[in-house]
């Protein structure tokens, strides 16, 4: 997260002071720095778990100061600090390796800019803004100097005027937006700390209340000279107390970070971008967790392949090999094979793709999942048994695998036999790259108790047109291709809300309907079962619209 | 008076240091009056610990003076509010001592109570104060400057005595080198251990006042035609008295009348009929004390009460005094209705009309 933590103090003889700052720093920033800190680097990061790097009182410390106070630092005199303002001298630094990030803690930011920005925050936070119940957090500030959360609240003190200093910890950001949808997160987190501070200066001044006199009399001579103030490791009584807000700073900095990330959209997203989107669902503790939808079919094949080789790599390149595969499939099939095949899994009949080789199997699936929006895919890649088709649609299965007969006699599906050339069998999985190589070896059989109307849908008429157009390239087929489901999605869309939004439609307008957009009696089925790949967000968004309505 | 000729534009709150926060909407939270009238603003300031907090308690909050041994340090402008609960209308803000404070807090203020600590090395605050005034000064010509030195308890007199006359010297060479040596500061010595901080204050709010000279007037003619030898006008929430006869006023017969009005409430609360009212049309008492003299309280208005002192044998003719009261209570009433007309905007009192019924007058 691109923002700063600070810890600010209203100090007895400086006024508001900022005491501690917690800021991302990316590494061509401090490139000299961080080879300087050195052996550092060599820790290692798990994704949540933050390493505070190393507490550089004395060595490395050089090298960070240095660095900290190169670029101008505003330098406060030094008879303007007593010891309430006792900060870390120099710093902390932390290094994410993953996303190459260094964590810097230290008195001030160390531009100019920033720490006029920070300085005002606090300055705000503390002797400006009025939280309701003096305790708790609170949101301010504009585009020019920052948008701020700040957190204020008392520490104990005993030989404090009242008893109680008064701190807050301000989260300067930019961005308003990002800034106010990690409120919950922030503020949730950022009481944590507090809580952790006050609990232990209340300890700590529990103990002195114990040891001083009892009369107000003697108290008020007692407290007559008391030291000005006291540093934050005095009154918590702890040495490390910075450490430990470092780290906690840190990891704020990065859980949130990772809590909401931010992808640029070129132009409204496709239908399929939405359905990516979806997968990734928000989990209780705030965090991202990707590829939800996704559970129930990765389950599935766990449990039926227990030796789930690198499955993810695949993916990666599946986009390309898909259309090089489906076009080599057309040309293996033959055209009128193909068109069955494809009529088949445009309109949501189950695809059954049976072979000893798993590989070839899973790219004659993805091959054909190009041709289908990827809200209606629903894979099982390679099973031992048979799955229904309510389940998948899309069902890679083992050779030996035995169809139940009331399926062969009810439902509606076609399967495809990979026969592969006996050597394959020999020479197993090894052979990394999927689909062109495997495939090319192998001979398809096809099968299926339905048979379909001659004329297909029109998208996928068009789609074999583009598929045996050699002259098109892989890149602008693959384009082509997303460009046709978007725009039959978008026929579907209107259709969806003409069914929804009316209530009951007659036969006729139906009729209409599908004239204005194009669709023929032959695209009827296809519409339908596209329909259900919608992406929730639509349909909801549809559905609560037309509600609004009534 | 003459100085309170420039109107102030009323409703203009919202010149405070925008980088602070206190926008247009700090007004909202104001009671409705402060869009149409405009309260004039006393700002406490000097160093930190001279004791500006607790002179706000002390004097507005009835705090104890011991117990401010135990306020926290000021973090934040806290604005007391002064015009719902009493007659006299102004705002007094209390600054943390840490902090310089944008110049535009200057622009709407009509005084500045500059605090001193006398038990501490005061070269500091001096230079503050030297530092504060010109800026002031510049920003606006209109403020009347108010030095309290402050926590003159744990003095001895002679030394209450030196630290005025040094401060005083002190403060005008200051200002003399600045130039400014027409610049009047007004000196002060108070502590919140007795009533010297409530004299104080009442000084300085009486210098807000315009009615001042009439009032004043007022009671010297209705002193001298009943008898009285001396009398208050005093708010009696806050006990500060907003205007006397123009014979000297003595700390212990400001003290005694002080402790009258705290009696007179606290029976009136005890008691009285109603709970609301502690005080009102019908509030009169009588003490007459064993030194021959009688002190004689009645209410003017809702707010406001007047405190005599008089030799016992003045007192014979009370129906003479009680028409001549009536007659001071009808001419003060006359005073603040022209008010609207004045033009001048700086001190806004009201006459209140709504009388509550009768209940425990107190004989």
């Known amino acids: 997260m691109n923002a700063i933590i600070s810890l600010c103090h209203f100090c007895e003889i400086h006024g508001p002071q900022v005491l501690f700052c917690t800021q991302p720093s990316h590494p061509q920033g401090i490139e000299g720095g961080v080879s300087g800190v050195g052996v550092v680097v060599e820790e290692q990061y798990n994704t949540m778990q933050l390493l505070l790097s190393r507490t550089q009182e004395q060595d490395g410390a050089q090298d960070l100061k240095s660095l900290v106070s190169e670029p101008s630092t505003p330098t406060p005199s030094s008879g303007n600090h007593c010891e309430g303002c006792y900060s870390v001298k120099p710093g902390f630094v932390s290094h994410d390796d993953d996303v190459k990030v260094s964590y810097v803690s230290s008195r001030q930011p160390h531009n100019r800019e920033v720490f006029s920005m920070i300085r005002q925050a606090c300055l705000r936070s503390l002797t400006g803004e009025v939280c309701p119940g003096t305790e708790g957090p609170i949101f301010f500030g504009n585009d020019q100097q920052g948008h701020v959360i700040s957190y204020s609240f008392h520490i104990k003190d005993f030989q404090a005027r009242g008893f109680q200093r008064r701190y807050s910890i301000i989260i300067v950001m930019m961005d308003k937006i990002y800034l106010l949808n990690s409120w919950p997160f922030l503020v949730k987190n950022l009481k944590i700390v507090v809580e952790h501070l006050q609990e232990k200066a209340q300890k700590v001044h529990d103990v002195e209340q114990t040891k001083s006199p009892r009369e107000p009399n003697k108290l008020a001579s007692f407290r007559i000279n008391p030291k000005p103030a006291r540093s934050l490791m005095e009154l918590t009584e702890d040495r490390n107390i910075f450490k430990i807000l470092h780290v906690s700073f840190v990891w704020i900095l990065k859980a949130c970070g990772n809590r909401i990330t931010e992808s640029l959209l070129e132009g409204p997203p496709t239908e399929d971008s939405i359905i990516d989107m979806e997968k990734q669902e928000e989990t209780e503790e705030g965090f991202i967790k990707l590829f939800k939808k996704d559970d129930t079919e990765e389950d599935i094949e766990e449990e039926k392949e227990t030796e789930k080789e690198g499955e993810e790599e695949e993916d990666e390149e599946e986009s390309t090999s898909a259309v090089q595969n489906i076009r080599y499939l057309l040309r293996s099939l033959g055209e009128k094979k193909f068109h069955i095949l494809a009529h088949h899994a445009v309109i949501g009949n189950q695809i059954i793709v049976r072979g000893a080789l798993k590989p070839a199997v899973k790219a004659v699936l993805s091959a054909l999942k190009c041709i289908v929006p990827k809200g209606c895919c629903r894979v099982v890649s390679y099973s031992q048994e048979y799955e229904a088709s309510w389940k998948c649609n899309f069902l890679g299965l083992a050779p030996d695998v035995h169809i139940p007969n009331h399926i062969m006699a009810t439902e509606m599906f076609v399967l495809v036999e990979v026969i592969s050339p006996e050597v394959d069998t020999t020479v197993p999985t090894t052979i990394s790259p999927p689909g062109l190589d495997q495939l090319r070896e192998c001979d398809f059989s096809l099968a299926s108790p339905t048979t379909l109307p001659d004329k297909g849908p029109a998208v996928l008429t068009k789609m074999e047109m583009a598929l045996k157009n050699e002259n098109l390239t892989q890149e602008v087929l693959e384009q082509y291709l997303i460009c046709l489901k978007e725009e039959w999605m978008n026929k579907v869309k209107v259709l969806f809300k003409f069914t929804k939004a009316g209530g009951s439609r007659s036969e006729e307008d139906t009729k209409k309907l599908l004239q204005v957009v194009g669709a023929q009696e032959e695209d009827k089925q296809l519409l339908k079962f596209w329909m259900t790949g919608l992406s929730c967000h639509y349909k909801t968004h549809i559905l609560s619209t037309t509600k609004s309505h009534h | ?306 405190v005599c002192i008089m030799r016992e044998d003045s007192f014979e003719k009370q129906g003479v005094i009680d028409y001549n009261f009536l007659c001071f209570r009808q001419a003060i009433q006359d005073v603040f209705e022209v008010k609207p007309c004045s033009g001048h905007a700086s001190m806004a009192l009201t006459s209140s009309s709504d009388f509550p019924q009768a209940n425990g007058a107190i004989k």
């Open chain 2, 1 to 306: 008076m003459s100085s309170y000729s420039e109107d102030k534009v009323a409703g203009s709150f919202g010149s405070f240091p925008k980088g602070f926060g206190y926008g247009p909407d700090e007004n909202d939270t104001d009671t409705q009056a402060s869009s149409s009238e405009h309260k004039p603003r006393i700002l406490l300031m000097g160093l930190r610990r001279s004791g500006k907090s607790s002179i706000q308690k002390v004097v507005f909050h009835k705090v104890s003076p011991n117990e401010t041994l135990f306020l926290e340090s000021t973090n934040k402008i806290v604005k007391e509010d002064i015009t719902n609960c009493s007659f006299v209308k102004f705002q007094v803000w209390d600054l943390p001592g840490q902090i310089d404070f944008h110049d535009s807090i200057y622009e709407e203020c009509e005084a500045i109570i500059f605090v001193i600590d006398s038990q501490d090395e005061y070269m500091d605050a001096l230079a503050k104060l030297n530092a504060t005034v010109s800026k002031a000064h510049r920003i606006n010509p209109g403020i009347k400057f108010e030095v309290f030195i402050h926590k003159v308890d744990g003095l001895s007199d002679d030394h209450k005595i030196e630290a005025q006359r040094d401060i005083h010297h002190r403060a005008s060479d200051n200002l003399a080198e600045e130039g400014l040596e027409n610049l009047h500061l007004s000196f002060y010595l108070t502590s919140i251990y007795d009533h010297s901080i409530f004299e104080a204050f009442s000084k300085v709010v009486q210098k807000l006042i315009p009615q001042l000279p009439v009032m004043e007037n007022l009671l010297n003619i209705l002193i001298s035609n009943s008898g009285i030898e001396k009398a208050f006008l005093f708010d009696v929430i806050s006990k500060i008295y907003i205007a006397t006869d123009s014979s000297p006023v003595d700390m212990q017969t400001y003290e005694i009348c002080c402790d009258m009005i705290d009696v007179v409430i606290d029976m009136s609360h005890i008691y009285g009929v109603k709970d609301d009212a502690a005080f009102d049309t019908k509030s009169a008492s009588i003490i007459k004390l064993n030194n021959g003299t009688v002190m004689y309280l009645r209410e003017v208005n809702r707010y406001l009460a007047l």
